[in-house]
């Protein structure tokens, strides 16, 4: 859990996060702040103790493996990632679990009410360059004709169990999310191939696209139709096979916490221009939803020029070692 969390700020924040300590008996130890990089490489440490301390326990090998595939994907390290997930196989998943009760809860998905009130909502092609979510099967994505007209609403995990229908309405306490699986771990090496020059990365996307259906443990949604994915085609240059692969991958890892490391690694691993990748121009309603700072975003205003969090102020106050972001670079 460590190891993830640490990707979770390589992916997440600007260079520089600081990774101070709070022992049981004493005070803080602070650090300082440590580059994205190095915050990876500590992460693919973590994952090969947990894997060596956790060697009887298949489940937790292949859970740490997958981290580890991840962190050496965000490095750009094609072949270490796809040696890294080679063993995991298709059907393991690993779920976070959370609590019934209304105050231990993954509150995004079950609290109806912040769902109608508009918290969360999707927009389909955002700022020019975001993708269309609405139609792909997998992302579980609805529109409520009755309540919203056009908004769109995320409801992957208000899936109803029995029908397989995703249902934005009605909250679904102590529901799980998928910390990572096999899926994901064929999406990594179907991503090194692409890389590395190998054609096997369309027969991967494909093979997942033919099998991580109906009630197969790889299907992010239960219920999706056997014909609902038709086979891809090789787009033919590699810009658009890349375009064709972090669109799969946005796909089925969608609201999972994969997009923004992804859109990273587009950035400065494979040197597009983030002017193509975030969105750009003015805000067309709706706008972003409240992210619980004042004042929100509104439409016709423009989008701001940064890709990534910032420095934590507090932080700042608080660690003599930490001096900010040393960049804010994608």
């Known amino acids: 859990m460590e190891g993830y969390t640490l990707i979770w700020f390589a992916e997440l924040y600007c260079s520089g996060i600081p990774l101070s300590s709070a022992p049981l008996v004493g005070p803080q130890v602070p650090t300082r702040g440590f580059s994205t990089e190095e915050i990876l490489h500590k992460a693919i440490a973590l994952f090969d103790s947990a894997a060596a301390v956790g060697a009887d326990s298949a489940r937790f090998v292949n859970l740490a493996m997958v981290g580890k595939g991840r962190a050496l994907l965000d490095l750009g390290e094609f072949a270490a990632a796809d040696s890294a997930v080679r063993g995991v196989p298709i059907d393991f998943v690993y779920q976070l679990q959370s609590s019934s009760s209304t105050t231990d809860d993954l509150s995004f998905f079950t609290l109806p009410s912040q769902i109608t009130t508009g918290y969360y909502r999707v927009q389909d092609n955002e700022g020019g360059n975001g993708l269309v979510w609405s139609t792909d ?6 529109t409520v004709d009755s309540l919203t007209g056009p908004m769109l609403w995320p409801a992957k995990y208000n899936v109803d169990p029995e029908t397989g229908i995703p249902d934005p309405l009605t909250g679904r306490p102590g529901q799980s999310i998928r910390l990572a699986d096999g899926l994901e771990a064929r999406l990594i090496q179907a991503e090194a191939a692409l890389a590395l020059g190998n054609a096997s990365w369309l ?6 696209r033919a099998t991580c259906v109906g009630s197969a443990a790889c299907a992010p949604i239960p219920g999706i139709a056997s014909n609902a994915l038709p086979a891809l085609s090789d787009p033919g240059t590699s810009a658009l096979r890349l375009d064709t692969l972090m669109k799969e991958r946005a796909m089925w890892l969608y609201l999972t916490g994969h997009r923004e490391g992804d859109l990273r690694r587009m950035a400065h691993v494979y040197n597009r221009d983030p002017e193509t990748l975030w969105p750009t121009g003015l805000i067309d309603g709706p706008a972003f939803p409240p992210m619980w700072t004042q004042p929100n975003p509104e439409s016709n ?20 070692l930490y001096v900010g972001c040393l960049d804010t670079n994608p």
Do not use: H, I
Not at 203 to 208: G, I, R, S, Y
Not at 301 to 313: A, E, I, L, N, S
């Open 137 to 142: 099967p997998r992302t579980g994505v609805v």
């Open 203 to 208: 027969a991967t996307l494909n093979t997942l």
């Open 301 to 320: 205003t423009p989008y701001g020029p940064d890709v990534v969090f910032g420095p934590d102020v507090n932080e700042q106050l608080r660690n003599p």
